[in-house]
């Protein structure tokens, strides 16, 4: 049973540009969480989705940032015209149970905005 | 609202030293508490969790125990070793889908 799987691995993208990261869970599994840590800092949450709909966006920035999970295919959290405030790592969690404590963490998408 | 103040490192210890991570939150309701380990480069990985009052959680000769009395969960682990060397975080559980609040980790280094 393979793990959450995030890809990229490392992005790098230059100001203005837009970042896509993906986000596969846990096969079973249809709670998909979002979470980003800057430099230096704890993880904080960003979103909270189930299959087709967001549950708990109060951690996105209310700008440029979207994120979502269809039916088919990996979660997706997007980021538009990015700056480089943006620039940390990404994790993606999954849980089977709306519960969410049974998480598991995938290995990050380490985004860089030159 | 939900949070976790966790101990400020970083923390640098010789080989089977006594580790205590002070971790204390504050919380609406009754959260379960965990301790992830993070190691360089990867994600976090669940080290152990505690879900009541008095519970003990444990997990590869690490311990916490959920205090309510002093709203803590404090890491410990009576002999470290040079492979524990990692950032740990605390986390509380809560909010609309029981997403994680993190605190900002704990850097451990063990030397030789």
């Known amino acids: 049973n393979a793990g959450v799987m995030q890809n990229p691995r490392h992005l790098v993208r230059r100001r203005g540009q837009e970042a896509r990261l993906r986000c596969s869970p846990m096969?079973?599994?249809?709670?998909v969480y979002w979470y980003r840590q800057l430099p230096e800092e704890g993880l904080k949450f960003m979103v909270y989705?189930?299959?087709?709909?967001?549950?708990?966006e109060s951690g996105m920035p209310k700008e440029r940032f979207s994120a979502e999970f269809p039916k088919e295919g990996p979660s997706i959290l997007r980021i538009q015209q990015v700056v480089r405030g943006d620039s940390a790592a990404y994790f993606c969690?999954?849980?089977?149970?709306?519960?969410?404590?049974?998480?598991?963490f995938g290995p990050g998408t380490r985004l860089l905005v030159l | 609202g939900n949070s976790v103040t966790q101990m400020e490192g970083p923390v640098t210890l010789s080989e089977e030293a006594f580790l205590t991570i002070n971790c204390t939150y504050t919380?609406?309701?009754?959260?379960?508490l965990f301790w992830y380990v993070q190691y360089p480069g990867e994600g976090l990985q669940l080290l152990l969790k505690?879900?009541?009052?008095?519970d003990k959680g444990s997990n590869k000769g690490f311990e916490a125990t959920y205090r309510k009395e002093t709203t803590s969960f404090h890491l410990e682990k009576g002999s470290v070793q040079v492979s524990d060397s990692a950032v740990y975080f605390c986390?509380?559980?809560?909010?609309?889908?029981?997403?994680?609040?993190f605190g900002t980790g704990t850097s451990l280094t063990v030397i030789p």
């Open positions: 969690a999954s849980s089977r149970n709306r519960d969410g404590e049974d998480k598991y």
């Open positions: 096969k079973g599994h249809s709670h």
């Open positions: 989705l189930q299959k087709e709909n967001i549950i708990d």
């Open positions: 919380a609406t309701g009754y959260p379960s």
């Open positions: 505690a879900t009541k009052a008095d």
């Open positions: 986390a509380l559980s809560g909010g609309a889908g029981n997403q994680f609040y």
